[in-house]
């Protein structure tokens, strides 16, 4: 009935396997991928919330704005701020991530056949992902510090033509 084609593979392993499906051990196999999504999920939720409250406040900034340069300083806070939402908004990412990946490499040394020799591996690749959540965080405060420290060019007198 069956031939050696890829589909023809799947379908007998399908039907094969059908009768041993445990739809109970298949949802607990999935609860920490659903739960990862809802966390990205409300991650973003939050984020784009974040970002259109800044926006709705830019713009009542800038319609209440009687003169350029008050429009100006209006632009000039929501850079600011942006700024600051896009840094807040990156280390949150960073740390789910980390966070995520943690649990990700505790379940691969609870499921592994030896958990005691995978042990100084997982504690190397969790070392490293905390280590480069770290470096991230430095990072960004570094350039914001220096995005801060930039003072803007005096202005000058153009050459009358």
Known sequence: MFKNTPFEAIAKTLSESAPKFDPAAMQQAIRPVQDNLKAWADLAQSQASEAQAALLETVEAVKSAKDPQAAFE?????????????????????????????????????AHPSPEAFAPIAK?????????????DSAM?????????????????RAAK
């Open 74 to 110: 209006a632009f000039k806070s929501s850079s600011e701020a942006a700024m600051a939402m896009f840094a807040k908004n990156l280390k949150d990412a960073a740390a789910l991530s980390v966070g995520q990946f943690h649990g990700t490499v505790d379940a691969v040394q609870k």
């Open 124 to 136: 190397n690749l969790k070392s490293a992902a905390s280590q480069a959540e770290s470096t991230l």
């Open 141 to 157: 405060e570094k350039g914001a510090s220096m995005a801060a420290a930039v003072v803007p060019a005096p202005k000058t007198k």
